[in-house]
């Protein structure tokens, strides 16, 4: 099984500042004939079930704010928060689905300093 | 609109059976793949498998086959995950959620369910 291992656990950031998100996988989630990384980054507030942010690594799902970027290749990957809003507190997740089973990283919780 | 929607809460006893479902709307339902997401409480998410209402091509993480059976009706749009034996341990928020593209197995999940509350206790 793919082990998916995101820093850190817990993250406070000030309004309108940066936060970064990491995450390291056991293997290479990607394809070297196509060049894309089986990746993606989820979103999820409390009561509330996941949002897809960004998957192949860096391509933003549609409707999610700019702020939100993904990056990364291989096995290590970030999703950035460029400017972090409120709304924006929630626990988020990577996943790959590279292969079976399909993991997902242990989540990271954003708050806000 | 894309829509899953899935049964309500459950609360059952050790050694129960129980089937719960995840209807979608909104779209072409059979062209798609239709994952199972664990949610243990306070925890986080964990694929239990996927199902493809076209033609019921399963795939189970291997820490779930044999524990659970996801089936689907293709003809209402709707994929259901059940259990022959309950135990405490399978106490969890139960999510449904869509595979993106449509016919392929990439497990990238654009649209979820509201999530199921399974409770089982003496």
């Known amino acids: 099984d793919i082990v998916m291992t995101q820093s850190p656990d817990s993250l406070a950031v000030s309004l309108g500042e940066r936060a970064t998100i990491n995450c390291k996988s056991s293997?290479?989630?990607?394809?070297?004939?196509?060049?894309?990384?089986?990746l993606a980054w989820y979103q999820q507030k409390p009561g509330q079930p996941p949002k897809l942010l960004i998957y192949?690594?860096?391509t933003r799902e549609s409707g999610v704010p700019d702020r939100f970027g993904g990056g990364g290749s291989g096995t290590d990957f970030t999703l950035t928060i460029s400017s972090l809003q409120a709304e924006d507190v929630a626990v988020y997740y990577c996943q790959q689905y590279h292969s079976t089973p399909i993991t997902f990283g242990q989540g990271t919780r954003l708050e806000i300093k | 609109e894309v829509q899953l929607v899935q049964s309500g809460a459950v609360v059952t006893k050790p050694g129960e059976s129980l089937r719960i479902s995840c209807k979608g709307s909104?779209?072409?339902?059979?062209?798609?793949?239709i994952a199972w997401v664990r949610q243990m409480p306070g925890k986080g998410l964990e694929w239990m498998g996927s199902?493809?209402?076209?033609?019921?091509?399963?795939r189970y993480s291997q820490s779930f086959q044999g524990q659970v059976i996801i089936s689907a009706d293709k003809y209402i749009s709707t994929a259901y995950l059940q259990w022959s034996s309950l135990m405490a341990s399978d106490t969890a928020l139960y999510y449904c959620a869509r595979h993106l593209r449509p016919g392929r197995p990439e497990a990238i999940f654009d649209y979820w369910g509201q999530g199921t509350q399974v409770t089982v206790s003496s």
């Open positions: 192949w690594a860096s």
């Open positions: 293997q290479s989630l990607s394809y070297s004939s196509n060049n894309k990384n089986d």
């Open positions: 199902i493809y209402l076209g033609d019921s091509d399963t």
């Open positions: 909104g779209y072409t339902s059979t062209g798609h793949w």
